[in-house]
């Protein structure tokens, strides 16, 4: 009886390797295109969150706040249009009498807040400090033993708004 030659090819044919290419390269696209998407949101997120602004709004808030608290609450001077103010501080816990001053104030020609430390008796300026930049407003308000800051900060790209008040704890 004769034999009966049964063959089978093994292997793929070239349309099932094109096909498992082609789904292959579909998902490898799409998982990087998902990776690229999550990487530009990440870095969108931490320039909001780490931009210049957002850190020199914290700063000035902080700023503010420090200086304001260990300020005397006799001592307090205010521009009227509010683009200046100035606490005088004890220099140390031993001082009997005011005799430093620090004074906040806003440039709107470069656009700055400085901050500027000096003694009273004489007037003499020892140091001054910028606060922050890109500032586009600030105005400064007092009532009472506490003062407040309204400040504007925009870098072209992002704006953020402070709103800081802080109380006079020293007499």
Known sequence: MPKSKLTTHGGFTIIEVVLAAALTAIVIFGIGFMVV???RSWQKM???VYSDVVTDSYIARKTFDAVIRKASSKTLLLDD???WLEVGYYADANSAAVDRYALFSYDSGDSILSIEYGSLDPRQTLSIHTVCENVTS????????????ILTLDNGSQTANVTTSAVM???
């Open 81 to 83: 249009a509010g683009e």
């Open 46 to 48: 931490y320039n909001r």
């Open 37 to 39: 998407d999550s990487q």
């Open 169 to 171: 704890h020293n007499e």
């Open 138 to 149: 600030c105005a400064f308000n007092a009532a009472g033993r506490s003062a407040q800051m």
